[in-house]
């Protein structure tokens, strides 16, 4: 932590500062969903988390969104595999 030493100079009183580290994992971290990249299990866990919707939502919106697309014949089926549904 960066206290200013001028700070402590101008307060002319005793003060403690008390600065405490705390763990945290990796695998807790969600700031990590936007500075790594990450994949499998905890890409789709801060994925969730971040857009607040579950796995199963999620498989909704997919099918939702290649409907839309075939709908406007935008669609590939060669590209299916995007979509794994």
Same mark, same amino acid.
């Given at each position: 932590m960066f206290v200013s030493l001028h700070f402590f100079k &101008?307060?002319?009183s005793k003060i403690t500062v008390f600065q405490q580290v705390?763990?945290?994992p990796t695998s807790d971290m969600i700031? =990590?969903?936007n500075t790594k990249p990450l994949q499998g299990v905890l890409f789709v866990?801060?994925? =969730?988390?971040?857009?607040?919707? *579950?796995?199963?939502?999620?498989?909704?919106?997919k099918q939702h969104? &290649? =409907?839309?697309l075939t709908?406007? *014949?935008?669609?590939?089926?060669?590209?299916?595999y995007l979509f794994n549904i």
């Open positions: &101008k307060t002319k705390l763990y945290c700031a =990590d969903y866990k801060f994925r =969730d988390l971040i857009m607040e919707i *579950n796995q199963k939502e999620f498989d909704v919106y969104y &290649k =409907d839309v709908q406007y *014949n935008l669609f590939d089926e060669h590209e299916s």
